[in-house]
C-alpha cells in the first residue's frame, strides 16, 4: 500500500525567502504521480504541482518546483520568494496507479509566512 | 465556469439523525470521492466511485453511505451510525482515462462543515 510522510507539522519563513516542503512516500510501484495542495485556512484544496514518476525533469510551476529523488522516495515542494498569502497547509499526495485514481494524502505541514 | 459545488456549507445534525452531503460537478469528470479531514489531519477517503451506478468503500466508511446515480452528482449521507461525524467533508472528481490513469489531479469543492448539536 502507497504511504505519504510529511515529517514537519509547522514551519515559518520570511517572506520573500524560500522554503522546502518535505514529502517522502512508499510505494512499490513504477508508475505513480505526485501531488502538491496547498488549503488556505477557508479550506478549499488547491492544486499547486504534479511530478510523474518516469519523469526526468524536476516540475516547476511559477514559483512552485518539486525537487524528486525518485531513489531516495522523495518529492518537497520548494517555494520561491515567499509571499504572505502563501500562508496556508501543503498536502502531498499520490495517485494509486490502476487503482481509480486513489490518492493518498500525507498529514500535511502548516507554513506561516512572516512580514 | 466548470467546478464542484458542495452544500450546504455548514451543517448541524441532531442525535440519531441521518444527513445529506450533497456534491454536483460540471467537469464531465469519471471518477468522484469524499473524503474527510479533521482538524490539523490530512484527508482520509470515505467512498468513491468511477462510474454511474458503482461506488467502492475507502478507508473509513463505516457510518457513511453514497448513491451514483448521476454522473454529475456524488451525494454522502451520514448516517447516526457515524458516532463522531463532527469534521469537515471534501468532495473531488478526477478524469479518468486511457493513458491519463495517474497524472490528473483532483479537483475539489469549497467542503461542508458538519457539527453535532
Known amino acids: 500500500a502507497q504511504k505519504i510522510t510529511q515529517t514537519q507539522p509547522g514551519m515559518f519563513v520570511q517572506e520573500k525567502e524560500a522554503v522546502t516542503l518535505d514529502c517522502t512516500y512508499d510505494t512499490s510501484d513504477q508508475s505513480y504521480g505526485l501531488f502538491w495542495y496547498k488549503q488556505p485556512s477557508s479550506g478549499e484544496m488547491i492544486f499547486l504541482i504534479y511530478q510523474g514518476s518516469y519523469d526526468e525533469q524536476n516540475a516547476t510551476e511559477g514559483r512552485y518546483s518539486l525537487n524528486f529523488q525518485k531513489a531516495r522516495k522523495s518529492a518537497n515542494l520548494v517555494i520561491s520568494a515567499s509571499q504572505l498569502g502563501d500562508s496556508a497547509m501543503y498536502f502531498c499526495a499520490m495517485t494509486a496507479p490502476y487503482n481509480f485514481n486513489k490518492f493518498y494524502f500525507g498529514s500535511g505541514t502548516k507554513l506561516n509566512v512572516k512580514p | 465556469d466548470g467546478g464542484i459545488t458542495q452544500s450546504p456549507k455548514y451543517l448541524f445534525r441532531k442525535e440519531g439523525q441521518n444527513v445529506t452531503l450533497s456534491c454536483e460537478q460540471n467537469?464531465?469528470?469519471?471518477?468522484m470521492y469524499w473524503y474527510r479531514q479533521d482538524p490539523g489531519q490530512g484527508l482520509r477517503l470515505i467512498y468513491y466511485?468511477?462510474?454511474?451506478?458503482?461506488?467502492q468503500k475507502g478507508d473509513i466508511a463505516e457510518g457513511y453511505s453514497v448513491s451514483r446515480e448521476k454522473k454529475e452528482s456524488f451525494p454522502l449521507t451520514v448516517t447516526s451510525a457515524q458516532k463522531n461525524p463532527t469534521a469537515f467533508y471534501l468532495c473531488?472528481?478526477?478524469?479518468?482515462?486511457?493513458?491519463?490513469?495517474?497524472?490528473?489531479?483532483?479537483?475539489f469543492g469549497d467542503g461542508t462543515r458538519l457539527s453535532i448539536l
Open positions: 466511485s468511477q462510474i454511474v451506478n458503482d461506488f
Open positions: 467537469l464531465n469528470h469519471d471518477a
Open positions: 473531488a472528481s478526477t478524469q479518468l482515462g486511457e493513458g491519463q490513469g495517474f497524472n490528473q489531479p483532483q479537483h
